[in-house]
């Protein structure tokens, strides 16, 4: 994968998750990938986007990511970076306002897949009690290859999520949100923007 592909899509979805005539999509975006009732954060999401330079900084009150999103009691941190590896991370932290543990999803888009399927995820478990279901939702990560990206389905908003902030066409882009009515404005905003 280029840095030009990377940068591009770090970049888009910084800019729509955080324009305030995208609130909708930012919602369905939560409530996909943390399983969240959409109808729970409906206009009650506060957004703030940190800084100019989209970087991260450690303070006395914590860390600051790219993206906060609060509502009632819970803070959400959209964190999105470049590894050495050319791999694009986003990272979603579900948490109180008050502390900085939580539940973290992880979608790591790279065009150095080792794994079977398009899309491969991991979570935490017990080593000593593998059906202990309690590790699960703590940690979720989502390996995405990128060079198969247009080969998955479209039946989950998860995969059309993941496979319009992978796009790296407008094709591929309108593709992927052609059965989403979220998406699709999505798609329009883009174009119009």
């Not at 729509?16 to 959409?38: S, V």
């Not at 609060?70 to 941190?77: L, N, S």
């Not at 888009?109 to 590790?135: A, G, M, Q």
């Amino acid at each position: 994968m280029e840095n030009n592909t990377i940068n591009l899509l770090s970049e888009n979805i910084k800019k729509l998750l955080n324009h305030p005539n995208n609130k909708r999509q930012l919602e369905y975006f939560l409530a996909t990938f943390l399983t969240i009732d959409k109808a729970s954060l409906h206009g009650k999401l506060k957004s703030y986007y940190n800084t100019i330079l989209n970087t991260v900084t450690m303070t006395d009150d914590g860390i600051k990511s790219d993206l906060i999103i609060m509502f009632d009691d819970t803070a959400i941190k959209v964190r999105i970076y470049q590894t050495e590896d050319d791999e694009c991370v986003i990272h979603i932290l579900l948490g109180s306002l008050v502390e900085e543990c939580g539940r973290l999803v992880e979608l790591r888009y790279t065009s150095k897949n080792e794994y079977e399927d398009i899309v491969e995820s991991f979570s935490l478990r017990n080593i000593d009690n593998p059906d202990d279901d309690l590790l699960k939702d703590l940690i979720k990560i989502k390996v995405i290859d990128l060079s198969r990206l247009k080969d998955l389905d479209n039946t989950t908003p998860q995969n059309r999520w993941i496979k319009f902030i992978g796009a790296q066409t407008n094709e591929e882009r309108l593709e992927a949100a052609r059965e989403d009515e979220y998406l699709m404005e999505l798609y329009i905003w883009l174009m119009n923007n």
